[in-house]
């Protein structure tokens, strides 16, 4: 029995995108409207990170299966690895900056917590995806094929 793990995996990654930018959008409104001031960059990247995962997961999901020119399997591996590295920036960076506040009390308090928990979450999916990746590439280096898959069969051997 088979079951392919990179479509659930993609999916869970953009719903936590989708939640991630409802949250931090959230906050960034609080920092703009009722303290005054601009949002943290801490914050603006895990925007960004959501933003990014939002363009990347389409072409990550449906370009293999419907356009295999334009999806080459390295990439698929770079747009993996800068993924897993935007969101290992992002969610580091607002843990940091939450950990640093004198005071954090409050919803928004709690939803730039979650948006950080979330970002680990979805960091946690980018280098499972990107290992994945990267071990397709190792395993068809010395082949001609181009083929963007990436083989995450998981096969009984009886």
């Known amino acids: 029995m088979t079951f392919n793990y990179l479509f659930p995996m993609r999916a869970a990654h953009f719903v936590f995108s989708v939640i991630i930018i409802g949250l931090t959008g959230y906050v960034a409104h609080w920092y703009i409207v009722r303290a005054g001031i601009a949002s943290p960059s ?94 397709h590439v190792w395993r068809t280096r010395h082949s001609a094929s181009a083929r963007s898959v990436p083989n995450m069969q998981m096969e009984r051997k009886v």
């Open 42 to 135: 801490q914050l603006n990247i895990l925007v960004f990170s959501a933003l990014w995962t939002l363009l990347t997961v389409p072409y990550l999901t449906i370009g293999p299966v419907y356009f295999p020119r334009i999806t080459h399997k390295y990439a698929i591996l770079a747009v993996d690895a800068l993924t897993m590295i935007f969101w290992f920036a992002g969610f580091l960076a607002l843990a940091v900056f939450i950990s640093a506040l004198s005071l954090c009390t409050g919803s928004v308090c709690y939803s730039a917590r979650a948006a950080t928990a979330f970002a680990s979450l979805n960091w946690a999916i980018s280098v499972a995806t990107t290992s994945l990746a990267a071990m």
